[in-house]
């Protein structure tokens, strides 16, 4: 199907370590989304990716997507505890623009 | 504040009861979307208008959904005949689309369904 894997489903980090989110396709992905979603709260759109290989960064957050277009990650550095939440990519359907299919979220725990 | 916005927050029902959810996107937002998502899940695609028209239901979506944008505004999703296992979170999102590309999506605080 048309489903993007998000990997690992669980994240537990200290505070000021680096960490790092996969989201994984087996088709070419025509686009990818990433949401943060805070405990209790809805998600909020980070960043869209869309050419073969784009890297983006956001602070102390760096978006990836590979050269294949198959897959895409998200790095964050020196994590805070304003990093805790949920993480989720999404992809645009090809069947219908606009459409957007999300992953099963990686949800990141943060240790002080 | 102009988000997106939905009401009721928090809804109970027993079993087999009708439910109406109403969502207000963004007013310049020619799309609207609902979503449903349970625990630990992300969100999963239910419909989608682009101004009154409803372009897309999802094939796993049971006929006891129905979702209307008369006027290409608001938006309301109705279940009829409400079971346990519709239970979830109810999200609607808007966003602006032009030039046949993606945009970002603006979710509104969803509705909690809980159905006993």
């Not at chain 1, 489903?3 to 990818?32: A, K, R, W």
């Not at chain 1, 992809?91 to 979220?105: C, E, I, V, Y």
Request: charged share 20%.
């Amino acid at each position: 199907g048309q489903q993007v894997m998000q990997i690992p489903q669980y994240q537990h980090v200290q505070e000021g370590e680096d960490f790092t989110t996969y989201c994984n396709s087996s088709t070419t992905l025509s686009n990818i989304q990433w949401y943060k979603q805070r405990p209790g709260g809805h998600p909020v759109f980070l960043i869209q990716l869309v050419k073969s290989g784009e890297v983006k960064k956001q602070k102390r957050l760096t978006f990836q997507f590979g050269e294949a277009k198959k897959n895409s990650s998200l790095h964050i550095t020196a994590t805070q505890t304003t990093d805790v939440g949920t993480y989720f990519c999404a992809r645009g359907a090809t069947d219908s623009w606009g459409k957007l299919q999300f992953g099963a979220g990686t949800q990141v725990v943060v240790t002080p | 504040d102009t988000g997106v916005s939905q009401d009721p927050r928090h809804k109970i029902t027993k079993r087999g009861q009708n439910v109406t959810f109403r969502c207000d996107p963004i007013s310049e937002h020619n799309r609207l979307y609902w979503y449903r998502q349970t625990l630990g899940q992300g969100p999963e695609f239910l419909t989608y208008f682009q101004n009154e028209a409803q372009l897309e239901k999802s094939r796993l979506l049971s006929d006891r959904f129905s979702a209307e944008r008369p006027k290409g505004s608001f938006s309301t999703l109705e279940i009829q005949r409400t079971e346990q296992g519709d239970s979830a979170m109810y999200l609607c999102a808007s966003s602006l689309i032009s030039g046949g590309q993606y945009n970002e999506q603006f979710f509104g605080p969803g509705t909690r369904l809980t159905v006993l």
